[in-house]
């Protein structure tokens, strides 16, 4: 297949992921709880947060605020989409403890840490918001 030109805008990368929440200060505790992430942004209003996770933010923002920006985000409080999810990569060996500090900050255990076929450590939980999470270790070589 040919190359195509490039862009002249440059690469597209991923920028941010933005959670609409109803109470964004409460997913800010949780994840730096949970996750050990710090807070880099907030919105003056206090509706919108970006948590520092390196080369891709974490955002958190309330449906007010996205409706203020003429966007209807859905029905307060309805479900997260299907086949939404964040994983958190950890050492196979922090997994364990990662879930359990993410279980004491608020979060729904769903499975417990198991090894997958393909060699993988991996738990799933819910955060206080519904979304579902993935802990996981590394995928071995």
Not at 48 to 53: H, L, Q, S, V
Not at 82 to 97: I, K, M, N, Q, Y
Not at 123 to 139: I, N
Request: hydrophobic share 45%; with cysteine.
């Amino acid at each position: 297949m040919p190359a195509t030109p490039a862009d002249p805008a440059g690469p597209v990368h991923l920028g941010y992921v933005i959670r609409h929440v109803a109470d964004v200060e409460r997913s800010r505790r949780f994840y730096e709880t949970a996750f050990d992430l710090t807070t880099r942004l907030v919105h003056d209003s206090g509706s919108y947060i970006e948590m520092e996770t390196g080369a891709t933010v974490l955002a958190f923002a309330t449906p007010d605020l996205i409706r203020s920006l003429g966007v209807d985000p859905g029905a307060a409080g309805s479900a997260p989409p299907v086949g939404t999810e964040l994983a958190f990569v950890v050492a196979d060996e922090a997994v364990a403890v990662t879930v359990d500090r993410a279980i004491a900050a608020g979060a729904d255990l769903l499975t417990a840490p198991t090894r997958q076929p393909w060699g993988q450590l991996v738990a799933f939980l819910r955060d206080p918001d519904g979304l579902l999470l993935e802990v996981c270790g590394p995928v071995p070589n």
